[in-house]
């Protein structure tokens, strides 16, 4: 279980990752960018959580 849980962690924050350097090349102009900062910024913590929960004993299997 606790393979699924780091990995699902490192899937989300190569998401994050790509949102971020995607939002980073196509918008220069700076509109439109708070939504999608935020949801990387959620994103990013998710993945974190994930990768972090996967350390804890109850998920060591």
Avoid: E, K, Y
């Amino acid at each position: 279980m606790s393979i699924v849980l780091a990995l699902t962690g490192l899937a989300v924050l190569l998401i994050a990752l790509v949102i971020f350097v995607r939002n980073q090349r196509i918008g220069d102009d700076g509109t439109n960018r708070g939504s999608t900062r935020r949801g990387i910024i959620l994103l990013t913590f998710f993945g974190l959580v994930l990768g972090l929960a996967s350390q804890l004993p109850v998920f060591q299997g």
